[in-house]
Structures are given as structure tokens and as C-alpha cells.
């Protein structure tokens, strides 16, 4: 009963590099998540998806994309990476709109 | 647009005491409410939510949270801390409601840094 994992839990990247966080979940939840989080500021919404095939932005999208080809993976891809994404970064899972969230562990990302 | 402010970014209880963790919300429309806490280096964890149904809502780890409609209010309470309860609560607003479409989208307070002294 594995319910959202996050990879990589770590990563370090260079300006102008780009990487993809993975995000899968084992519940057959169509509603996903990602969510950055900065100290002091709580959580902010990247993207979401309401089942495969179908994403939309959230609050701050820029230098961010996504797709969702399965209902389990939910991949946030950054291109061109900036100091201004240094961030953890948190997918999460729902059954519907009014439940609560199952979250991952998170990816610590640091951009030099 | 929904919002959710969080009063006190850190709260310091002695053990056995109160706590109280504050929490007021802005929505158009009468809104679902959450309690998330995180534990250092960990992903957030569901402690309640409010989904229009009772006012007084009961969660895990002996912690409850009351909606007040009048006051735009969802404070968080333990009768008695522990050290086990230090952590960092948020509260959060859905854009779900009762009847509503909704997409689940969460908006989160700043966050709240509990800490329990022996």
C-alpha cells in the first residue's frame, strides 16, 4: 500500500538545466496535484489533472509543464531551470474535489 | 478568490497545555476546510476537514477544529499537548462546496510552527 511516491527525494541542478520529478499513485485517484513549498509561505499550486489526459494550471505554472497519460503518474517537467525554483515540491492525490489529499514525501530541489 | 490566513507563523505550548492554532478563511461561497500537519522532512499529513456537515469536526490525534460561519473562523484545538504534536499545521480552503463542481484545488495558509516545551 505504497499511496503517492515521489522521485527523486533529492536533486541538485545547474542553471539552464532541466529535469523531470516522477509522481505515482496506487489508489486509482483521478484528481492529482503538484504543489511547491517555501518557507514561510505555505503551499502553492504548480498544476493539477482531474484524470489522464486532462491537466490545467494552477497558481504558478511558469517554467513548469506536465502531462498525465496514466491515471497513476503525473510527471512535472522543468525546462530551463532558475535559483527561483528552488523549492520542495510536493504531488498529491485525491478520490473527488471534496475529499482531502494523500501527499508524497516530497523533492528538495536546489538550483545553482 | 479563496484565501487563508493563519495567525501566528509560530505557536510554543508547554506540555499538557491548550493549544490553540488559528485560522480564518475567505470564500464566496461556504467553503470545505482542512487541517493538514507536517512532520520535518515529510509530506503533509490529513488531520480533519470540514465538509458542511457538523460544525465541530473531530480528527486524528485528539485534535478538533470548529467552523464559525459568522467569524470566517476554523481554529485548531488539542485540550492537552504533547511533545509528539510538535510539528507545522496549515489550514487550507477547497475550492469544493456542497452542490458545487469542483476541481479540489487547495489554497494554504502560511503555515503554523508548533512547538511543545516539557
Known amino acids: 500500500n505504497a499511496g503517492v511516491t515521489q522521485t527523486p527525494k533529492f536533486r541538485i541542478l545547474k542553471i539552464g538545466q532541466s529535469m523531470t520529478l516522477q509522481c505515482t499513485q496506487d489508489m486509482n485517484h483521478n484528481y492529482m496535484y503538484w504543489y511547491r513549498q517555501d518557507p514561510g509561505m505555505g503551499l502553492k499550486l504548480i498544476y493539477y489533472s482531474v484524470g489522464a489526459g486532462i491537466t490545467d494550471k494552477g497558481e504558478v505554472p511558469n517554467g513548469y509543464n506536465v502531462s498525465r497519460s496514466t491515471t497513476e503518474d503525473f510527471p512535472l517537467r522543468l525546462e530551463l531551470a532558475a535559483p527561483s525554483q528552488t523549492s520542495v515540491y510536493f504531488c498529491?492525490?485525491?478520490?473527488?474535489?471534496?475529499?482531502?489529499?494523500?501527499f508524497g514525501s516530497g523533492t528538495r530541489l536546489t538550483v545553482v | 478568490a479563496q484565501s487563508v490566513t493563519q495567525l501566528g507563523s509560530h505557536v510554543s505550548v508547554s506540555e499538557g497545555a491548550l493549544v490553540l492554532l488559528r485560522c480564518n478563511y475567505s470564500?464566496?461561497?461556504?467553503?470545505?476546510l482542512f487541517w493538514y500537519v507536517q512532520y520535518p522532512n515529510q509530506g503533509l499529513q490529513l488531520l480533519l476537514k470540514y465538509t458542511s456537515a457538523a460544525t465541530l469536526v473531530k480528527g486524528i490525534n485528539g485534535f478538533e477544529a470548529e467552523f464559525k460561519k459568522s467569524e470566517t473562523s476554523f481554529h485548531l484545538t488539542k485540550p492537552s499537548a504533547h511533545m509528539s504534536d510538535a510539528a507545522e499545521y496549515f489550514c487550507a480552503v477547497s475550492d469544493a462546496n456542497a452542490g458545487g463542481t469542483s476541481y479540489g484545488k487547495l489554497t494554504f495558509g502560511q503555515g503554523t510552527i508548533l512547538t511543545v516545551h516539557p
Open positions: 470564500s464566496s461561497v461556504p467553503p470545505y
Open positions: 498529491a492525490s485525491s478520490y473527488s474535489g471534496g475529499y482531502g489529499y494523500t
